[in-house]
């Protein structure tokens, strides 16, 4: 089964695969927001405080499941439940 971001299905269970998707993730967040990418790679290097590291967190969060559906190719699929969860969360009074 052939992922997105050029990686197989296998790479998820090796090492090297796990770099390659890692640096994919890199790129892909890159592309998003530079800034937050930097604030990663930093957090990495130097990992923040309790309340820093949350806010991080909350802010990859939809880089997270916007890249992971692009890795298994379920981009509609994914926007298709986040429309019906706006639509729900709209309909809460």
Known sequence: MQLGFGIAFPDLYEREGL???????IAFLREADRA???KLVS????PPAAAAESE???ALAPHVEDFIAKLFR???EAQALAEKHNELARSIP
Do not use: G, P, S
Request: hydrophobic residues 65%; charged residues 30%.
């Open 43 to 46: 957090a990495r290097a130097q």
């Open 19 to 25: 770099i390659r998707l890692d640096r994919a993730f």
């Open 36 to 38: 937050l990418a930097d």
């Open 56 to 58: 991080l967190l909350i």
């Open 74 to 76: 379920i981009e509609a």
